[in-house]
């Protein structure tokens, strides 16, 4: 008896700390997110009302998302012309309604993270400086969103993480790099053309062409080659991929922002789980090939493509003893950032700058006119696009009507002041870039025009405040690809528009639709004619 006493004894010695442990435990999981959802949200919302800024009342756990959901849904499904003007309301409705009922500066929650909607183009200038490069970062919640499609990599990395990476990737992208990559820009944009040729050959040298996927397929084809070289085929398979995987945050990604979810064990989240896996595997498998070629002595260097150049950068840093080499994780997510970013962004850009030039000839025979004149007959080359200043402005104004990217969003990493601005620690700052770039205070009555003239005297003059166009941010921590894009974007239309012309489709809806980046719910269709020399 005593002996079955004792070991009972024994057994709840051993047993309550584990007991203790685990409630203690518990208890302090359940405190975390009472702060996290409750407490923390209080106090940002206490300074934020203190300081004048007011918004939509905020739901407990999701905040405003489920709102704005419901306000993007209930646009026009189609507007009855090609016209600029209703293009905010299309693809921020919520910051249309909340700007008219609590002020251009104003408090809207995603999530429990209070963001400041921020457009004083004095307190932006000041936000996007070197002043607070490394107390100013991305949100955790922004961070769940976007990393199934781009990796933790450069745009979501913060502090000396993202300091440090700028460093190393940085030289890739500069000016004499990105020359190496030109001619291969130019075949893949002259084979594209080539098909072209055949299918408007069948129809009397005139047809319809779908151009949103054209774009896509091309620039796909463009990040594969640049980013992966002779591995490109491996790479179209990763963007399959990451298509899919940007179709699944665009119908899921208001549930992303809830801790833990993507655990859940449900089939949509066990199927994000399988391609996540799939996408690094593969790129995981291409950064070892590189390395292990050029190991055992069959390849004297990583290469010319981005992939090499970014191993190169990050071996000289680590044989100077100045940074440590990139982990193969960072270098996984670099190449899901640029893959999905390089491509995504460019493949819209080149589809609204055809679709704004097939309906205005006129600035469409001046870049015609241009590149003719600069090219004299050759294929585009790196000379002769730095010298286009009428396509150049083309593009500059597409991204003022259209920008891939609608927002920007900075998260305070510290206690901190902002210009008058008092800013605690996990609030937020929203920039909503369409609006600043459709912002007639800013532009001028001709706002919702599309006249690329404004760019004529460079993007600081092109309206009434040089911080004004935001396609790429500006500061610091500006988009480190935009001469890659710019490089791009100006090799394929200095391609296509001497061998064909463009006019609009009468099967085209135009529906400006914002899904990651700004994009035409139903395609872009648009009539293509060859022109004869």
Not at 63 to 92: C, W, Y
Request: proline content about 5%.
């Amino acid at each position: 008896m005593e002996t079955l006493v004792f070991a009972r004894w024994k057994s709840w010695a051993v047993l309550l700390p584990i007991c203790l442990v685990a409630s203690l435990r518990i208890i302090w999981m359940l405190i975390q997110f009472i702060d996290l959802v409750w407490w923390t949200p209080k106090r940002h919302a206490i300074v934020a009302q203190k300081q004048g800024l007011r918004g939509p009342a905020p739901r407990l756990l999701l905040g405003n998302v489920m709102e704005i959901k419901r306000l993007r849904e209930s646009v026009p499904d189609a507007l009855h012309a090609f016209r600029h003007d209703l293009t905010l309301q299309q693809l921020l409705p919520e910051n249309v309604l909340w700007s008219k009922l609590y002020g251009k500066n104003h408090l809207i929650w995603w999530g429990p993270d209070a963001n400041i909607v921020m457009t004083d183009m004095d307190i932006l200038k000041e936000l996007l400086s070197s002043k607070h490069t490394l107390s100013l970062g991305k949100p955790l919640l922004l961070t769940r969103f976007l990393e199934p499609v781009t990796g933790i990599g450069l745009v979501l990395a913060n502090g000396e993480t993202w300091s440090h990476e700028r460093r190393v990737i940085g030289p890739a992208f500069h000016s004499d790099k990105l020359k190496g990559l030109v001619q291969t820009m130019v075949n893949l944009a002259v084979n594209m053309a080539d098909s072209w040729d055949q299918i408007l050959w069948d129809n009397d040298g005139e047809g319809e062409i779908e151009i949103e996927g054209n774009m896509a397929e091309l620039t796909a084809d463009i990040i594969a080659h640049t980013q992966f070289g002779s591995s490109y085929k491996r790479g179209r398979v990763i963007f399959q991929l990451l298509e899919e995987l940007k179709e699944f945050v665009y119908k899921y990604g208001h549930l992303l922002i809830i801790p833990g979810i993507r655990y859940v064990p449900i089939p949509a989240f066990r199927r994000l789980r399988r391609m996540t896996l799939v996408v690094e595997t593969s790129i995981q498998d291409i950064i070892k090939d590189r390395k292990a070629a050029v190991q055992a002595g069959e390849n004297s260097s990583y290469g010319a493509d981005l992939l090499g150049l970014m191993l190169s950068e990050s071996e000289k840093n680590s044989q100077d003893k100045k940074q440590p080499q990139l982990t193969m994780q960072q270098l996984v997510d670099e190449c899901k950032t640029f893959f999905f970013a390089g491509h995504e962004t460019t493949a819209q850009l080149l589809t609204w700058a055809l679709l704004l030039l097939a309906h205005d000839s006129t600035w469409q025979d001046k870049a015609r006119a241009e590149i003719v004149s600069l090219c004299k007959g050759k294929i585009p080359d790196f000379e002769s696009i730095s010298k286009m200043k009428t396509v150049e402005m083309i593009l500059f104004e597409t991204l003022r009507l259209f920008t891939p990217a609608n927002s920007i969003i900075r998260a305070a990493l510290c206690d901190m002041k902002v210009g008058d601005l008092h800013v605690l620690k996990g609030m937020c700052f929203w920039i909503p870039i369409a609006s600043i770039h459709l912002d007639p205070e800013l532009w001028g009555d001709g706002v919702y025009d599309f006249n690329p003239e404004r760019f004529a005297e460079g993007i600081s003059k092109a309206a009434k405040h040089p911080m004004a166009f935001l396609p790429f941010a500006h500061g610091p921590r500006n988009c480190i690809g935009q001469g890659f894009a710019l490089m791009e974007a100006k090799l394929v239309l200095a391609t296509l528009l001497p061998r064909f012309s463009f006019a609009p489709s009468p099967s085209y809806r135009h529906c400006p639709q914002l899904m990651i980046t700004t994009r035409p719910k139903y395609g872009a269709p648009i009539i293509v004619k060859k022109l004869s020399s």
